[in-house]
């Protein structure tokens, strides 16, 4: 190889990763403000879903995402959720904060409008410590938050909760 198809190599290695970078920066940068909305939680994948009111701030940067957040049930029942993803490339990483379990591990990657992650919890939940999360964006200012855990029952994928959000 010579030198210069190295250079038009590394040149095009170069504008591929900052085009991919400047997509995520535009992507998370458009879930960015105040959220509120509606949705079911269950507390198992066994047990009947309730409803939910929840409010969520947004913060973003180029390469990071911050879900903060407060979820209602019934006129007792309040839960604290956050969830902090850093992205690299295509890889998101980062934790979710909420569960009765403790804070857990999320990874994944982003396809279209939507993050997907694979949550690891911090202690066994539903049978085992895995599930999975998807923020997705729909529309200019709304986002769905799903979660969806294997029913160990049944070896089913159940939804677990899933808010719908609007930006206030």
Not at 96 to 108: D, Q, V
Not at 120 to 125: G, L
Not at 150 to 167: W, Y
Request: aromatic share 4%; charged share 20%; proline share 2%.
């Amino acid at each position: 190889m010579t030198r210069s198809t190295a250079a038009l190599l590394a040149a095009a290695c170069l504008i591929c990763s900052t085009g991919a970078h400047a997509d995520e920066a535009a992507f998370l940068s458009s879930l960015q403000g105040k959220f509120s909305g509606k949705g079911t939680v269950r507390i198992r994948t066994n047990t009947l879903a309730m409803n939910v009111n929840c409010t969520f701030t947004s913060g973003a940067t180029a390469n990071s995402l911050s879900l903060d957040g407060t979820c209602r049930a019934l006129l007792v029942m309040r839960r604290e959720i956050r969830a902090d993803l850093t992205v690299s490339g295509a890889n998101y990483t980062g934790t979710y904060i909420g569960s009765r379990s403790g804070p857990a591990g999320l990874s994944g990657s982003r396809k279209g409008d939507a993050i997907n992650l694979d949550i690891h919890w911090a202690k066994i939940v539903n049978g085992d410590r895995d599930a999975e999360l998807t923020v997705e964006k729909i529309g200019p200012d709304n986002m769905r938050m799903t979660v969806t855990d294997m029913d160990p029952a049944t070896g089913k994928m159940v939804v677990t909760s899933r808010i719908d959000l609007t930006r206030s």
